[in-house]
């Protein structure tokens, strides 16, 4: 099983990344999947979730500005974050979660800063 993210970079305040993660050796059509990131000596906190039927759930945190969605034909989840702050710099994680089971992915770094 893989969870590859990609898309991270460093971006100015008030700019957008895309965020992808391709997974490989599951079903990927039955997992839930999240978002999480991790800033420096900061919890691990999740972002966005998409459910295996496409309900989502944000943080209030990003709410209104990042939007998470699902490919399932690609095997892959995106996250879509638009309007970045400085507090949004953290390294992103993907996760895939069905029942007991959760894989992760290895986490991409995003840094907003001018």
């Known amino acids: 099983v893989q969870l590859v993210e990609s898309g991270g970079g460093l971006v100015q305040p008030g700019g957008s990344l895309r965020l992808s993660c391709a997974a490989s050796?599951?079903?990927?059509?039955?997992?839930?999947m999240d978002w999480y990131r991790q800033a420096p000596e900061k919890q691990r906190e999740l972002v966005a979730s998409?459910?295996?039927?496409?309900?989502?759930y944000y943080a209030d945190s990003v709410k209104g500005r990042f939007t998470i969605s699902r490919d399932n034909n690609k095997s892959t989840v995106y996250l879509q974050m638009n309007s970045l702050k400085a507090e949004d710099t953290a390294v992103y994680y993907c996760?895939?979660?069905?029942?007991?089971?959760?894989?992760w992915g290895q986490g991409t770094q995003v840094t907003v800063s001018s």
């Open positions: 996760s895939g979660h069905a029942g007991p089971t959760t894989y």
């Open positions: 998409i459910s295996s039927g496409g309900g989502t």
């Open positions: 050796g599951i079903v990927f059509s039955i997992y839930a």
